[in-house]
């Protein structure tokens, strides 16, 4: 029987403590680089922000997955990221074969498993909402489904402004090119497949977005 | 460390009038409770300080004790569960000491030769007689932490031998004490015969030969007890002079834990149910902490009133035994009930287990952010149900839609340096649950378009064949992929089935 072992109930009651008298925030500044040049010298301070949402747009093959996917393998090797997967098509193993650690990936898939019970463009914005703003994932990358004529589609732009600022995650929008949800993301960029690699393009930014762009 | 001759050192832990503890252990207190007691067979067995007040008395008919207090409540004596109970309370001591064995009615007896150990101590060195009493005092002291916080009140005795340590602790009056080798026949003297474990009768005979307690039983010559009492007698005598070498049964739990709690009143919100599911949380993480494990998964029922129950299941990013960590998503599934009636009784079960190692804290690490992970996925499990999020695990599989399998997201503390099932084929990053059929335009036996979606699109490279096949026992395939890239789309994934020849659209390289 291990010391440790013995004092074990001890530790967890510090931790708890610990957890309450130490609220750190989240590191919620600076950016990090996906390491796909053509993306990363369009963004804001050479990366994707913190506490920020960047959106990425494009057809259903411009790499604009790969490249969520490669921002995810760039993070630390202690980070979580999340996947809200609103079309249900992530093909895991490919995210395996770019790098990323699939036991520090977390998956959502709303529309599939929900039963029918909410709308799954809904489904898909609040488990975005959550996951911004939890403060436990570094990034959170969501395959936002069309949200054309969708009631109340700004007052849900805005909050999930507001949960990517309280998390400090990395946000990663992708949507397609006419997705109907205007985003007050950091820095948007539309993104075509090209031979050897992508073409990025930034279309837009928009005042007062994100902030946290200047250090890298 | 030296091993020492004689009888081991024991520490004896006695919870008194353990089946009313229990009794009330397993309500929540409220104002205006009727005075308790105990019966068996008719009579008191236990009764409460509110019962005592008013001239309730152990050993009375309950008829006289009902006469003495006309409200007084009753309940009967349950000796399987009063021993579920001291296993229950063995699971959350079972760290502290290398053996324990559960002695019921009411007792646990641990062995306190490795006390130093709990106390930090390496065990390198023999220890002199006054730092092995402080060890063992120390372990004392943690043994009866752990029993207060499981809801019980207890004493524990550290002596020479099971037997004398038990008797110390069931007839003493000090919450700890510890007796030293030297001093085992002197603590003894004092207790009375029925300490020892002798039928009332065989003690009423000694006492009417002048042998009034445990001392002077020990001052009998040895072999003079044995024809006129029989081997009871004998092993009184040995008792109280402190002689049992008899080794421990060590307890070894088979099942995961399980506490239960009746509430105070039938309660209709989520709040007085927090307050009772946290006192069973922290009861079951302590039986579980002393195994050495970590829920993974807990199941909560609440009885409802007048009948029915509601099930609920709480599954856990990381094995952990700390009831706060618990009761972040347990909050989350509670306030999002919709329940046909108020609840009477919680109870809380560990479903899942794992072992968990000691937790160290690290410089940068971010405990708060654990339970944010566990509220977050809590919330989105209540939402959208546990199969809407998950982790991937790579499978050895040729199908590619069989490649990966879902499993609960656990994420490890630390990644081992390498990434798991790294593949070295391209693969696309979206997969489509249903391949879409395409139709290949050509000219001069040269392929020029695919036609997906109803529209046709340029070819303008491709790449393959990659041949994947198998699965012949259950369901066979055979297809041919190809990496196409077509005009204003990108790269897609497109095989050809072996089995009619017709080309199906299954992935994109997005």
Redesign the interface.
Known sequence: ?????????V??RL??E??RL???P?RRDGSVPCGRAEVDHLLPGGGFPRGALTELA?????????VA?ALFAALG??T?AAYVDG???????????L????????????A????GR?EPAL?VL??AE??LG???FAAVAVDALPVRGLRGADAVARRLQSAVEKGGAIGVWLAPLRSGLRLPAAARLEL??A?GGIVARRVDRLAGAGGACDAA | MRREPGPPRVLALCVPELPLQRARRARERREGDRPLAVVAEGRVLHCDADARREGVRAGETVAEARAACGRLETVPVAPAADQAALRALAEAVLSLAPAIEVAPPDALLLDASAAHLASGATGRRPLDEHARGEAERALARQVLAVTEEMGWVARAVVACGRAPARALASHGREPIAVVAPGELTRALAGLPLEALGLEASVAARLRALGVRDAGALARLPPGTLGHRFGPPGVRAARLARGEDDAPLVPYAPETLPEEALELEAPAESAEPLLFGLKRLADRVAARLAGRGLGATRLRLVLALDPRGEERVHITLAQPTASAARWLVPAKEHLFSLRLPGAVTALRLSAEEVAAVEPEQLAIGDRPEAVAALEGVLARLAVRLGDGALFAAEPVERYRPEGAYRAVPFRPPRARAGTVDGVVATPRPTRLLAAPELVVAEGEGGRLTALRVGGRARAVLAWEGPERLRGEWWSSPFDRDYYRVRLDDLGDCWVYRDGADGRLWLHGFFD
Do not use: C
């Not at chain 1, 029987?1 to 109930?9: I, K, N, P, R, V």
């Not at chain 1, 599939?112 to 039963?115: N, T």
């Open positions: 029987m291990s010391a440790g072992a013995q004092h074990q109930l530790v967890a931790r708890d610990i957890r130490e609220r750190r989240a494009g057809g259903p093959a411009s790499g604009k997955t790969a996917l090797p202690e979580l079309r249900g098509e992530l093909y895991p193993p490919a995210a395996a074969a790098g990323v650690d699939l036991a520090r990936l977390l998956v959502v898939r709303p599939s498993a929900a039963g909410h489904a609040w488990a959550a996951l939890s403060g436990a075509a497949a031979p």
